[in-house]
């Protein structure tokens, strides 16, 4: 174990979680909630003993340009749509944290 672990540090019973964390945006209740409820998890997984490992939720806007590629494209651009903005998020470093 020791030939492992090395210089670092060993956590009890080798238990890690590795999640991104999600930020409060200002004004926004739905941010807060989500807030609220991942630090309600993080509460029971630090009594069941297990050790959390986080990293920065990093946020991302996809834009969908509404032409041929989509299916009843000129249905959607009739009513006025032109482009669809979604809002995603991705965890940024999660993978070589567990590396």
Do not use: C
Not at 4 to 27: A, F, H, I, S
Not at 73 to 85: M, P, R, S, T
Request: charged share 40%; aromatic share 8%.
């Amino acid at each position: 174990m020791e030939y492992l672990v090395g210089d670092r540090e060993l956590v009890p019973n080798g238990k890690r979680y590795y999640v991104g964390t999600v930020r409060e945006k200002v004004g926004d209740e739905e941010s807060r909630e989500a807030m609220a409820r991942q630090l309600r998890l993080f509460s029971k997984l630090k009594e069941a003993g297990w050790h959390i490992k986080t990293s920065k939720l990093r946020e991302r806007i996809e834009k969908i340009v509404i032409d041929e590629r989509v299916s009843d494209y000129q249905k959607i651009l009739d009513v006025g749509i032109h482009e669809i903005v979604r809002r995603t998020f991705r965890e940024k470093g999660i993978d070589e944290r567990i590396g």
